[in-house]
């Protein structure tokens, strides 16, 4: 019977910490699926969860949006924006906010409206910044230029995610 409350106090304990959910991209109590970025110049992806799973491959650019679909441990299983999926360390991710642009070619615009003016054209798998995002457009720093696109033209971002 003791057995069996000590097993209660630790299932108890576990759903609070798993329900107190922060936004760390590395934090295994934050929601799945969820946005994060990586955070080096070179992240090797594995096959598994863990340094005896071998190499597929390697993001090779730092700040790329990155959506973590499951988790084990202290390994992540991400996918990127071309669908491809594997596993990296927590370590290597980012809670900082990214996406990377969609469709082709695409305006940035000084206001978060289609009639605003060009801040600047964006080709197709460049990375910005996010930095807030309301209905149907989102703010984003992008080569050092501020300015607004729709988010159905970005990946990293959900529809209807509010982002301050």
């Known amino acids: 019977m003791v057995h069996l409350f000590r097993l209660l106090a630790l299932i108890i ?3 609070t910490l798993a329900g107190a959910g922060t936004s760390m991209a590395g934090d295994s109590r934050s929601k799945l699926p969820r946005f994060a970025s990586i955070r080096a110049a070179e992240v090797n992806v594995r096959t598994g969860p863990g340094v005896r799973y071998p ?8 700040n790329m949006p990155v959506e973590i679909i499951a ?3 202290t390994w992540r299983k991400v996918r990127d924006w071309d669908g491809t999926v594997g596993w990296v360390h927590r370590s290597m991710l980012s809670g900082h906010r990214s996406a ?7 305006a940035l615009r000084r206001f978060a409206e289609a009639k605003s003016s060009t801040v600047a054209r964006v080709d197709e798998r460049v990375v910005g910044k996010l930095i807030t995002c309301r209905k149907t457009w989102c703010r984003l720093e ?15 971002v959900y529809n209807g995610e509010k982002l301050k």
Not at 55 to 62: A, D, L, N, P, S
Not at 142 to 156: D, F, P, S, V
């Open 13 to 15: 304990t576990g759903v």
């Open 55 to 62: 190499v597929e491959w390697v993001f090779v650019y730092r």
């Open 71 to 73: 988790e084990f441990d």
């Open 100 to 106: 990377i642009v969609t469709g082709g070619q695409q």
């Open 142 to 156: 992008i080569a050092g230029k501020r300015g607004w696109m729709k988010r159905t033209h970005l990946w990293g």
